[in-house]
């Protein structure tokens, strides 16, 4: 490294950096770059951390082969598209150039031979090949044997091969990602599927990049000697998450509403279990589902219970001031201590009730009277 400062070196020199275990080494020009104590150049130094310090993953665009070759998993986003990019700012430019030509025309003056052009007037007309140009006609040539090009604008042809590239950048960055919308919500709904998906590897890599890093953290801070625990968290707190996962996923609520409708179906026909649902469908854990249930359970059993409702609905009439009005109710229409006809679903007799159950004591000792009334049926003829 020395030798590169007195040569004063401007081109790139090889570098590497080397982590291990219990050491740690670090050249350049194939010349150390650790120092000792004492200032002096060494070519190992014990790694504090225990571990490499940094983590190194790769983008998820690239192609993994069976190699494993760094070349080709070390790609960006534009990688196969940087020519295509470059080609439609070219022809953007080109596009640019013609229509400011076209717009601002420039003037052209032919001096005959022998001729010349005042100084004061080619001042003025600041001789700009953009503005205006100015050409000495050679002996025995006349204006006439020049011709100057009119500024037209480009034909369809040139403004069809814009679009086509227009149409291949497009391609690689759907519609739905940058904004616009489809012809119709489930053509959209489709696409935004289909832009998503193409980002899946990426999303991928990050998550598994942050899932080493913060691996990488926690060991660092548990490392003894450097004092970077914070203060109450111990090392069995660390253990505690070594199994980290991190996940990155963007939800669609137009897809996760269809899951969830879908799969509400699917209980309501007896096709997946309740349990299924919640778990699959409404992504709770297996505890949140065993509550879930548990409520779900409770609450039919509230809805379905005419003794219940009978006393919520005693309670309600009691903290609104009106429970002894509903117990003379209650008392008028013969069903004081029978349940609450207000609320209650329960028959006079016991059971459900019936379509136009019988309410009073009259018209109990009379509900024989319409079944015997009725005529007699007409056998049919033979």
């Known amino acids: 490294m020395d030798r590169c400062k007195q040569e004063k070196r401007q081109e790139p020199v090889d570098f590497l950096l080397y982590f291990g275990e219990e050491e740690s080494y670090a050249e350049a020009d194939e010349e150390p770059l650790f120092r000792d104590a004492k200032g002096k150049l060494v070519e190992y130094r014990k790694n504090l951390y225990r571990c490499m310090p940094f983590t190194h993953v790769y983008s998820g665009w690239g192609m993994e082969t069976q190699g494993l070759d760094p070349a080709l998993l070390a790609y960006s986003r534009i990688r196969m598209i940087r020519d295509l990019i470059q080609e439609s700012s070219s022809v953007r430019s080109d596009m640019m150039f013609n229509f400011h030509s076209f717009a601002h025309k420039s003037k052209t003056l032919f001096v005959r031979a022998g001729g010349e052009v005042a100084a004061e007037w080619r001042a003025a007309v600041n001789n700009d090949p953009d503005k205006f140009n ?34 291949d950048l497009a391609a690689e960055f759907p519609a739905p990602l940058v904004g616009q919308s489809g012809t119709s919500g489930r053509h959209q709904d489709l696409g935004r599927s289909a832009a998503l998906a193409i980002y899946n590897c990426a999303k991928a890599a990050v998550a598994h990049a942050w899932e080493l890093s913060i691996r990488t953290a926690f060991k660092v801070m548990a490392t003894k000697g450097l004092d970077l625990m914070p203060k109450g968290v111990s090392e069995d707190d660390l253990k505690r998450f070594e199994d980290i996962t991190v996940d990155l996923s963007s939800e669609d609520p137009v897809e996760r509403d269809r899951q969830i409708n879908m799969g509400s179906t699917e209980v309501h026909e007896g096709l997946k279990s309740l349990h299924t649902f919640l778990v699959e469908d409404r992504r709770l854990t297996e505890d949140e589902a065993d509550k879930e249930e548990i409520r779900i359970m409770a609450d039919k059993y509230i809805a379905g219970s005419p003794d219940f409702a009978a006393f919520i609905g005693f309670m309600a009439a009691q903290k609104a001031g009106m429970a002894e009005e509903l117990k003379a109710f209650q008392a008028q229409a013969g069903q004081a201590g029978a349940g609450n006809v207000l609320t209650s679903n329960t028959g006079t007799q016991g059971g459900p009730q019936r379509q136009g159950d019988i309410q009073t004591e009259i018209g109990r000792e009379q509900a024989d009277v319409g079944a015997t009334s009725t005529g007699q049926r007409t056998p049919p003829q033979v």
Not at 144 to 154: A, H
Not at 156 to 167: C, G, S, T
């Open 134 to 167: 100015i050409i000495y006609l050679p002996e025995g040539s006349t204006p006439d044997d020049f011709q100057t090009d009119e500024s037209l604008l480009f034909g369809p042809e040139a403004y069809a091969y814009a679009d086509r590239i227009n149409a």
